[in-house]
């Protein structure tokens, strides 16, 4: 008798712990539902007056009360596609250079610096963009350009704040993502292949183009795709240099403006409900494209771990 | 393409190009990371003296002043945030390592996984919309759930890697010594694995302890010494931002050091974490 309550008083324990440990993961699901729950809600009034006509309305001034978001939406996947663009040739070139070119002693501390370039608070970017880089992009780089002025992306007069400054700036933040995740994904590429390749008699340049990129493909679009959600979402960096002037333009010398930098600039002050539930709004919208992007990318990346090394959980 | 000796010149030369390329944009990523580092450090050291840590904010055009309450105030919303995330996430990391299987656990690693990638800014929302909304003021502890809501996912999938490392000849060895489960997990697997666990808290707190957006408006800003966490609570990084963006030279000087301070800060942590993690297997 006593043995046995001995044991059922160990069992209790060790299913209390099972179940505690079990309950606090719980609470990421639970954590998931309430934000999603709270973003729906906060936002339920500005739904109810404007309607999906939101999302297509182009104009916003808070004290009569129009509110559009179409320059935010247009402001932020612009600067992320331009960021996109400008990261993805230097992080697979940083990629390519860590596991084909670098000898082994350099690939480490390379690694680890650019990585690091992740670990810089956006606030510094910003601060650093702010004062260096838009004085350069408007005295340099920007008069140069102008020379294209045929071309839509070079109208206007360079203001150093705007658009390119903001995308540069995001382009860099991102590159870390891009660069590590391309870079575990070409290590995972079998020596075989790459052997293969050089005895047909492949440049090395050849063997990466036309065997470990290919063969990392998926892998690499996870990565991609995970540093555009991160570039949708940057927030301080680009509030700092965009010029925050929500219009709709294909001028890189323009400032515009994106989701993430309206909620930053006008959610402490938004006082009339409607402002605020408005800005709760833009935010389900940026919450909606991140965790669309971000599913995205794992599913791309769990599916490259299972196939890759065949040994997927 | 192929054939003649031409050919292959060519492709040689682009081969060549190409790789070159690879080596260039590798040399971009370091010279941009000292670049931003080293301007940091020149424009900040001005910045840097007792009074930067001791002082409280000046108004526009008093000379002298600090960031103190600033400093402080990072200390404890940031500290509160951690409070809050590490026993669950740690917990949590626990559930999934040790016992998690099926369905249950892949949708939690699935949803933290999600959740790692939300705005920062978007956890600023949720916070407003949960406790500055209700209590009806921005309050220092609203920023700490909204950190607290972007170092949870962090932190538990730092430590279900780190617990995923611990071999389980160990576990085995101590269940076989007839320790039940539960003491094995917290006497054998959260022991063997504190040094990274406190590895991935510690780059957890250098990532949100960096962070503006979400205290932009719940724990707000504040010119004076508060402790009281259901007040507005100066912070480094949003007194920056309010720096960076003033138009006076004086602030923008302050807002270099503050950025110096964070730097540092980041950097320390995530060096010592690196510097921890290639220590771990050799011992």
Redesign the interface.
């Known amino acids: 008798m006593a043995g046995s309550i001995k044991r059922s008083g160990?069992f209790d324990?060790?299913r209390a712990?099972?179940g505690?440990?079990?309950a606090?993961?719980?609470?990421?699901?639970v954590?998931?539902a309430?934000?999603v729950y709270?973003?729906f809600?906060?936002s339920g009034p500005a739904f109810d007056r404007f309607g999906f006509g939101f999302i297509t309305s182009r104009d916003w001034d808070p004290v009569s009360e129009l509110y559009g978001a179409l320059p935010f939406i247009w402001g932020t996947f612009y600067t992320s596609i331009l960021a996109l663009v400008i990261a993805l040739?230097?992080?697979?070139?940083?990629a390519?250079?860590?596991t084909?070119?670098?000898p082994v002693w350099l690939r480490g501390p390379?690694g680890?610096?650019?990585e690091?370039?992740a670990?810089?608070?956006?606030?510094?970017?910003?601060?650093?963009g702010?004062?260096?880089l838009a004085p350069i992009m408007q005295e340099h780089i920007q008069p140069f350009l102008a020379q294209y002025d045929y071309l839509p992306f070079f109208k206007g007069y360079p203001l150093g704040l705007g658009i390119m400054t903001a995308s540069v700036i995001v382009a860099?933040m991102i590159?870390?993502t891009i660069?590590s995740i391309s870079r575990e994904v070409m290590y995972t590429v079998p020596e075989t292949q790459r052997e293969g390749g050089l005895a047909l008699g492949m440049?090395?340049?050849?063997v990466?183009?036309k065997v470990v990129i290919p063969y990392s493909r998926s892998g690499i679009l996870g990565g991609v795709i995970?540093g555009f959600?991160?570039a949708?979402?940057?927030?301080?960096a680009v509030t700092?240099v965009i010029g925050n002037t929500p219009q709709i333009t294909m001028s890189l010398f323009d400032p515009g403006y994106t989701i993430?930098s309206v909620?930053?600039n006008e959610?402490?002050e938004a006082t009339e409900k409607v402002h605020l539930s408005v800005?709760?709004e833009l935010?389900l919208i940026?919450?909606v494209i991140?965790?669309l992007?971000?599913?995205a990318?794992?599913l791309l990346l769990w599916r490259m771990n299972r196939y890759g090394s065949g040994s997927g959980s | 393409m192929n054939g003649g000796g031409l050919g292959y010149g060519r492709r040689k030369l682009t081969g060549h190009v190409m790789m070159a390329g690879s080596l260039v944009a590798a040399c971009i990523a370091v010279a941009l990371l000292f670049w931003i580092i080293g301007y940091v450090f020149i424009k900040g050291i001005h910045g840097i003296n007792l009074d930067f840590f001791t002082e409280l904010p000046t108004p526009v055009g008093v000379e002298g002043g600090g960031l103190a309450n600033a400093i402080v105030g990072s200390i404890i919303v940031v500290g509160m945030a951690a409070l809050m995330a590490v026993p669950v996430g740690v917990a949590a990391a626990v559930y999934l390592s040790e016992y998690g299987r099926g369905l249950f656990a892949s949708s939690v690693r699935f949803v933290a996984d999600v959740l790692a990638g939300v705005p920062a800014i978007v956890a600023g929302i949720v916070a407003y919309a949960l406790v500055v909304s209700r209590m009806g003021r921005f309050s220092a502890f609203s920023g700490s759930v909204a950190l607290a809501i972007l170092m949870l996912p962090i932190i538990i999938r730092s430590s279900e890697e780190i617990f995923k490392t611990v071999p389980n000849t160990l576990r085995e060895a101590s269940l076989a010594l007839g320790i039940p489960r539960w003491r094995t997990v917290i006497k054998v697997v959260l022991r063997t694995a504190s040094g990274g666990l406190v590895t991935g808290i510690m780059l957890a707190v250098a990532r949100v302890g960096g962070e503006a957006a979400p205290l932009l408006f719940t724990a707000f800003s504040n010119s004076f010494w508060s402790l009281r966490p259901d007040q507005p609570m100066a912070t480094l990084p949003v007194q920056l931002f309010n720096y960076a963006i003033s138009p006076y030279d004086d602030w923008h000087e302050k807002a270099w050091a503050a950025a110096l301070v964070l730097i540092f800060m980041v950097l320390m942590l995530n060096i010592a974490a690196k510097m921890y993690a290639h220590r771990r297997p050799g011992r």
């Open positions: 160990k324990i060790e712990f099972r505690g440990t079990a606090l993961a719980l609470s990421v699901l954590l998931g309430i934000i709270e973003l809600s906060s040739p230097l992080s697979l070139g940083i390519v250079f860590l084909e070119l670098a390379i680890f610096m650019v690091l370039l670990a810089i608070p956006s606030l510094v970017y910003g601060l650093w702010l004062f260096v860099i590159l870390p660069s440049t090395r340049w050849e990466v183009s995970l959600g991160r949708l979402g940057e927030t301080m700092m993430a909620l930053a959610f402490a800005l709760v935010g940026l919450f991140s965790i992007m971000n599913s990318a794992k």
